[in-house]
């Protein structure tokens, strides 16, 4: 990590009141990926082999939740949902946002993919534009953190290579960021135990990662796909 949890937590902190009117369409488009996926949801449905509908007694963790973008558009569908971030100035903001929308299932407090202070039922991880600010060897950490929280499914949105990136125009900040290659957290999550099951490219530095863990006895998905997962191009 090139800045301290510290550091990010101030930087995010001093952006929280303009966190929401300032975000790129590849942003928007990731955000509406990951809540999609996150759904079950009809229009990416068939971009997956075992497609599974977020239900209503889930339990959501949303990681590096910032003002609370994706888990509050989950709260209406799901159980309960989980927000960590390190900055309170983010976490400040999602909980009014939460009260606005009179979601009362969300619980939004301090914690990092490494350590989340949560330890209780997780059915389904969420994160978007968070965890490229972690080295490879943190990322594959918080991977295995979430691993052993033992979700159904993974849905990372983020930073992320596709190609080798122009350095002349970087789609993030090079001196606090640290995204990976999508083969990097490929891998990563099929070492976690998880099967890899749909990879969204937004932008040659955007994605969405969907990882899954498949049990034969739970009747949401319809049917396993045993060939590797393929691409889809936004």
Known sequence: MKKSIDEHAARFDAAADSYDEDKSAEYEACAGLVVAHARGSDEVRSNTPRPRRLRPDDVVLDLGCGTGAIALALAGEAGRVVGRDVSDGMLERARQKATA??????????????????????????????????????????????????????????????????????????????????????????????????????????????????????????????????????
Not at 144 to 159: F, K, N, Q, S
């Open 101 to 234: 929308a009179g979601h009362e299932n969300t619980d939004f407090g301090n914690g990092t993919f490494r350590e989340p202070s949560y330890d209780g039922p997780v059915d389904l991880v969420t994160s978007n534009f968070a965890m490229h600010h972690l080295a490879d060897d943190e990322k594959r950490d918080a991977i295995d953190t979430i691993a052993a929280l033992e979700p159904r499914r993974v849905v990372l949105g983020d930073v992320m290579f596709f190609d080798e990136p122009d350095p002349a125009e970087p789609f993030y900040s090079p001196e606090v960021d640290d995204p990976a290659t999508v083969g990097v957290l490929a891998d990563a999550v099929t070492d976690a135990g998880f099967a890899l099951t749909a990879v969204e490219m937004v932008h040659e530095q955007v994605g969405v990662l969907v990882a899954d863990r498949f049990d034969p006895d739970d009747e949401g998905g319809e049917g396993y796909a045993d060939e590797p997962v393929g691409m889809n191009e936004d």
